[in-house]
């Protein structure tokens, strides 16, 4: 038997986002977003103002160290980087008519930096960064106004980088709003008072301000290539019983709904009778109708853990998960942040994804949040280093899957691990969490140099890229 391998010009990178590792929080005009008031990310509700511990506001400094971590994603022979343009920086409220021109020459300056190494950006418009006055005055994705906020944006965006930047993902893991309305909805009113039917609206606003920046952006250049961006989490029955497979076939359609409608432009039968049986009676214009027949061109999505589900609660024990938790496998093991780890759940996510949708997929999130140590190590530059052979393994195990999924004739465009260089963690707004093949001199506590040390992995992930993965 041959070893299956990945095809020529497959697109190997790292993904980033703005809030959790540009810092400069108010510099060049930046207004506020939602992050600079989320210090303990979503494990405790916002903060009134900013407060000193929120490690968000400095981040790793990218806004100023951009060209020197860019050089270091080069030597690791990245053909693409995936970051999000944080939308406060170029609208620092969000609802002016007129873009922060030092916010929009900041990322022509990261673009050059990439040009310069002949990597190929993949931006995301909308990473949980609604700018704060969005989330505070319309309650975010709840108003319909937001969609035009949005579609000035965007506009701006396409029209400015359009020409430079050909992968563009509308909203960072859109189905997150169903588990956590302000960091994926800008949405203020507190989760437990916010209404099914608020949620459900905002999602349709969502879901309509995605097709249109899709739109938008074929208008303004056809060859651009827009992306859906979902967070995967297949959810397997904990028994064979037909009762714990439907409670699993539920979760899964509350996650493909967004899947669906970005692919299909319309909104699936199961989903609305879910709309019925809460009571929710959605607003949809005709021309929302339209908008939505405006279908992306790949689909994208993040994968890190399954999780299992069954009909009797009394069976399975709650474990963790990214944004959403589910039932704990017993077959697994699990990361220090009890994140169940599957790689084989990667494989089945690539197939089932491409069967249902038959759109080119990428993989834009994936990697082992991690507590490292830094050691002193003579012959590493810097004369430190990670010895980070768990994350060796986690990411081997997870490519070696993918490379099955593509031998099984998925069509995927690339693969981009979380949080190549150490940044804020999106759960905790941890430093300690870390994902990186680059190591960041910065502590939880906010002290530190921000230096930056290669990791062992850092020299793993080189060769799987020069090899194109056979050295998997
Ligand atoms: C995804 C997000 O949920 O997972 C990222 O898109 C996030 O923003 C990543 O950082 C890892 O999660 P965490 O909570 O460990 O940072």
Redesign the pocket.
């Given at each position: 038997m041959t070893t299956p391998t990945f095809p020529e010009g497959f697109l190997w990178g790292g993904a980033t986002?703005a809030n959790?590792f540009e810092g400069a929080y108010l510099t060049d005009g930046k207004g506020l977003s939602i992050q600079d008031l989320m210090p303990k990310?979503i494990t405790a509700p916002p903060t009134q103002e900013p407060t000193p511990d929120n490690l968000k506001h400095e981040g790793i400094d990218f806004y100023h160290r951009y060209a020197e971590d860019i050089a270091l994603f080069a030597e690791m022979g990245w053909g693409v980087f995936r970051f999000s343009i944080a939308w406060s920086r170029i609208f620092p409220n969000g609802d002016e008519e007129i873009p922060n021109e030092e916010g929009l020459a900041f990322y022509d300056r990261v673009l050059d930096e990439c040009e310069k190494h002949g990597i190929a950006p993949l931006v995301t418009i909308s990473?949980?960064e609604t700018p704060l006055h969005l989330a505070r005055e319309y309650d975010g994705w709840t108003d319909r106004r937001m969609i035009g906020f949005f579609e000035r944006y965007a506009r701006v965006l396409f029209e400015r980088y359009g020409h430079r930047v050909k992968y563009w993902l509308t909203f960072?893991?859109i189905n997150?709003v169903l588990h956590a309305p302000l960091m994926a909805g800008g949405i203020w009113t507190p989760k437990e008072e916010l209404s099914k039917q608020d949620l459900y609206q905002a999602i349709h606003h969502e879901l309509v301000a995605s097709a249109s920046a899709t739109r938008i952006a074929h208008e303004i250049d056809p060859d651009i290539m827009v992306g859906c961006m979902i967070?995967a989490m297949p959810t397997y029955p904990l028994t064979p019983d037909p009762q714990d497979v439907l409670v699993a076939r539920a979760i899964e359609h509350s996650n493909y709904t967004f899947g669906d409608v970005h692919c299909r432009g319309e909104y699936p039968g199961y989903f609305l009778r879910t709309l019925r049986e809460q009571g929710v009676e959605l607003e949809i214009t005709e021309e929302d109708r339209e908008t939505l027949t405006h279908t992306v061109d790949f689909v994208s999505f993040?994968y890190?853990v399954s999780i299992c589900a069954t009909a009797d609660p009394s069976k399975g024990e709650i474990g963790q998960g990214?944004?959403f938790a589910g039932v704990r496998n017993p077959t697994l093991k699990e990361s220090e942040?009890g994140w169940q780890i599957d790689p084989v759940g990667l494989r089945i996510v690539l197939n089932d994804y491409w069967e249902r949708w038959g759109k080119p997929l990428f993989i834009v999130?994936n990697?082992l949040?991690a507590k490292d140590e830094l050691v002193d190590d003579a012959g590493a530059d810097g004369g430190k280093t990670v010895h980070d052979d768990y994350r060796i393994a986690y990411l081997n195990d997870h490519l070696v899957q993918v490379r099955e999924a593509i031998a099984d004739g998925v069509n995927l465009l690339g693969y981009t691990s979380?949080?190549p260089i150490d940044?804020?963690?999106?759960?905790?707004a941890q430093m300690s969490?870390r994902?990186g093949f680059i190591y960041v001199d910065r502590h939880d506590d906010g002290s530190g140099t921000l230096d930056r040390y290669k990791k062992k992995s850092f020299a793993w992930y080189k060769n799987v890229i020069a090899t194109n993965g056979a050295s998997l």
């Open positions: 986002a959790q990310g990473h949980y960072n893991e997150a967070i993040s890190y990214n944004i942040w999130e990697g949040g979380w949080g940044l804020v963690s999106a759960s905790t969490k994902y």
